[in-house]
């Protein structure tokens, strides 16, 4: 039960915080979701840095990760409503939008968790 809370209260902050940055970033007037993307960017670079430190001599916890890592990074980061937004650049014929949010999302995300790791070995 306990795991279950921990996961619980930081997938609240995490999708909070997301809500937050979207409502300020996310451009209204062009559709572009840089609140997302930042969201995922973060989100991908601090769980690399927090993974990276549970595996670094088992400096956190199994509690801190799944507070940080499985709650706060999975409600922080947002694959549903990435695969949302693009539905709504394909389905308003948006390729370009689509293609370039779709591999800098895919190509920086996965640089920013080798990044994180990196920055905490």
Known sequence: MKNILLVFLGGGFGSSLRYIIGKYLNNVETGIPYG?????????????????????????????????????????????TFAYENHVFLKSGDFTSFAVYTIASFVIGFLAVFAGMYLVK
């Open 36 to 80: 997302t993307f930042a969201a995922n960017i973060f989100g991908s670079l601090l769980i690399g840095m927090i993974l990276g430190l549970a595996a670094k001599n088992n400096s956190l916890s199994q509690s801190h990760t799944l507070l940080l890592a499985t709650g706060f990074c999975g409600g922080f980061t947002t694959f549903s």
